[in-house]
């Protein structure tokens, strides 16, 4: 008796390095752990991406996807608003028309996505409906939203110049109603887009609306969920983060040589601001790397094309042989393990890869859910966050001065990772997601 097939289509942000890894570990776990009696097959769509090459390689299939995109980040594909992940509702209608005709087109069994709205309307929109599991960073649903935001948002500028205290005070004092109110939560293109494509299902309000799925694992740590009530079909399923030996190969040679130690004093910085940075923090923090002494900091600094032009980074650098800046893919999870501060942005990912490495983080939050990911590194002494507003050159070298100088950051770091390697949470989230198949066979 031959196996079952079983289809799974897999639609993230392929533009973004951390969806892109992220969704590759999940299923490269999810097919190596496949019950007796199924085969699985992983079908990723793609709007164009530079990880592309690196899905195929790992032997999954790729289905192209309308519209026909750069491929080169967020920003520059999507072109997001302060509220609007999809920054124009024609865009977000041309985005969710072709996740539809893909679907119909390749019918799978089940839909895997991550932050990816279009996803998750799409596979409500098509006739039948195709069952969806989601991997989320944070369990993303109207009944926990408002429990999670510990810290008032950065967006509210003022606010962000009081002391922490205070701030997490204010936070406390706001109702829960008013918090899922926040504009970033109701994502107006969106909906537009989806009234515009035939919505005809129950009434959308907000982004947990549009990320809705059939089942959902959340790829972090449960114990920062302790005082969370968890929706039923949520499952806390332990990191993940890309592997160091599935893309050892994409290593340049240049950064090894940047980060060879030659004496105990060196300190390698890797900064990662990811594809969703705006260009005058990624600035910023160069200018902070670049007043550093040269005889003990080293770094290596990730500029993407779609964030900011090279030869920017590369005049506030000028001749330091000790930084090596490149617009190319880089493999966080090699170099990290060569880095002993880690700056960046919020997500997941990038921070998870930075804490199995024990490399302490410097962090700025683009919206709330990175604010969230990053607070929770802070609440384990793993690292500072700064707020958006105050991200600057002076800020900057004052966090690396303290993380430099207090040894307690690099060990609360090594202990978090410790735990997050041992919460062993690519194969938890496989396991839980073949539980989630087999109790909803796919209908021949």
């Not at 507003?389 to 609360?412: F, H």
Request: hydrophobic share 45%; net charge neutral.
């Amino acid at each position: 008796m031959s196996d079952r097939l079983v289809t799974i289509a897999v639609s993230v942000l392929l533009q973004d390095a951390g969806e892109a890894t992220r969704s590759l570990e999940l299923m490269k776990a999810v097919r190596a752990i496949s019950p007796s009696g199924y085969t699985m097959r992983g079908i990723f769509f793609s709007h164009g991406s530079k990880f592309d090459p690196i899905i195929e390689e790992n032997g999954f299939e790729l289905y192209p996807v309308e519209p026909k995109m750069e491929g080169r980040g967020f920003l520059s594909d999507l072109k997001p608003t302060t509220t609007n992940f999809i920054g124009d509702t024609q865009l977000a209608a041309e985005l969710l028309r072709g996740e539809i005709g893909a679907l119909q087109a390749c019918r799978p069994d089940f839909i895997l996505h991550g932050f990816w709205p279009i996803a998750g309307l799409a596979r409500r929109m098509v006739s039948p409906a195709i069952p969806g599991i989601s991997f989320l960073p944070l369990p993303l649903a109207s009944s926990t939203y408002a429990f999670l935001m510990k810290d008032t948002p950065d967006q509210i500028k003022p606010l962000t110049h009081l002391p922490v205290k205070t701030r997490r005070k204010i936070m406390a004092a706001i109702p829960k109603s008013l918090i899922l109110k926040l504009p970033i939560l109701r994502q107006k293109n969106l909906l537009r887009a989806a009234r515009q494509c035939g919505w005809s299902g129950t009434p959308l309000k907000n982004l947990f609306d549009l990320l809705r799925a059939d089942f959902t694992v959340v790829n972090d740590l449960a114990e920062f969920y302790g005082d969370v009530s968890i929706p039923s079909n949520y499952a806390i399923t332990g990191p993940i983060y890309a592997q160091s030996v599935t893309i050892q190969k994409h290593l340049d040679p240049r950064i090894e040589s940047v980060f060879q130690k030659s004496s105990e004093r060196q300190i390698n910085i890797f900064c990662s601001m990811g594809s969703s940075a705006k260009k005058e923090l990624l600035m910023e923090a160069a200018k902070a790397i670049a007043s550093l002494p040269e005889n003990q900091f080293h770094a290596v600094i990730l500029a993407p094309s779609a964030i900011c032009p090279l030869d920017e980074i590369l005049a506030v650098v000028k001749d330091h042989k000790n930084i090596y800046v490149t617009d190319q893919f880089v493999p966080a999870a090699c170099v990290n393990a060569m880095a002993d501060i880690t700056l960046c942005h919020g997500g997941q990912g990038t921070l998870q890869t930075a804490m199995v490495s024990e490399s302490p983080v410097i962090g700025v939050a683009m919206q709330p859910e990175q604010q969230i990911n990053l607070d929770h590194i802070v609440s384990k002494g793993a690292g500072i966050r700064i707020p958006i507003t105050r991200w600057n050159k002076k800020n900057v070298l004052a966090a690396m001065e303290s993380l430099v100088s207090d040894s307690s950051y690099q060990k609360s770091a090594a202990q978090l990772g410790q735990t997050m390697k041992q919460a062993d949470g690519g194969p938890c989230a496989a396991q839980a997601i073949w539980r989630f198949i087999e109790a909803n066979p796919a209908k021949d």
